[in-house]
């Protein structure tokens, strides 16, 4: 049973949040929590629907064991914010669209992925950087700080929901 869901949310839903479901929902499954968390991703630009991820973010995701071949990019919609509990966003672009598109009545929460990075290398770095247009050894850097912050997050999602047992009985 879903006890928890969650949804990285990027630009183009191609390079940064397919990046983060693949090594949350890799991290997910180690922990066996397959069946009690949601992982899934999407983008606030409609460039690139229906398009598997970009092959640069897929090679360097495999060289560290994530399979983001199944991935398929596709946009937020207003529905998202009632089926998801945490709304993950990569910069504050994303962050502020999602804003902005979010029903007064959603509970989802909304944050910055990064605001659960935890290694102090990362503690003035706020987003995660848009490589689409940059070199190739902007996508490792990418992945550095989707592995350090996705790892956080777990950490506080299995929180959550060892509470909610707690509190259910
Ligand atoms: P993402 O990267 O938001 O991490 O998926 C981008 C992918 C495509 C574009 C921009 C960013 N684009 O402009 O097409």
């Known amino acids: 049973m879903v006890r928890v869901s969650v949804l990285f949310v990027c630009l183009g839903n191609i390079c940064r949040s397919p990046t983060a479901h693949a090594v949350f929902q890799?991290?997910?499954?180690?922990?066996?929590l397959t069946k009690a968390i949601y992982v899934d991703g999407a983008g606030?630009?409609?460039?690139?629907?229906?398009?598997?991820?970009?092959?640069?973010?897929?090679?360097t995701a495999a060289e560290r064991g994530y399979d983001?071949?199944?991935?398929?990019?596709?946009?937020?919609?207003?529905?998202?914010?009632?089926?998801?509990?945490?709304?993950?966003?990569m910069d504050a672009d994303n962050l502020r669209n999602l804003r902005a598109m979010c029903p007064p009545e959603s509970k989802a929460t909304l944050q910055l992925l990064l605001d659960y990075s935890r290694h102090p290398e990362y503690d003035a770095v706020s987003e995660v950087p848009d490589p689409y247009y940059g070199g190739e050894d902007g996508f490792p850097h990418v992945?550095?700080?989707?592995?350090?912050?996705t790892a956080a997050l777990l950490t506080h999602v299995k929180a959550e929901i060892a509470t909610a047992s707690v509190v259910q009985g």
Do not use: C, K, N, Q
């Not at 890799?26 to 066996?32: K, L």
């Not at 606030?44 to 090679?59: C, V, Y």
């Not at 992945?143 to 912050?149: A, F, G, K, R, V």
């Open 26 to 32: 890799s991290m997910v499954d180690d922990a066996g």
């Open 44 to 59: 606030t630009g409609d460039w690139h629907l229906g398009h598997a991820p970009d092959a640069r973010s897929s090679a």
């Open 68 to 89: 983001m071949s199944a991935l398929r990019s596709r946009l937020v919609t207003v529905e998202d914010f009632s089926t998801f509990d945490y709304i993950i966003a």
């Open 143 to 149: 992945l550095d700080l989707i592995e350090d912050s």
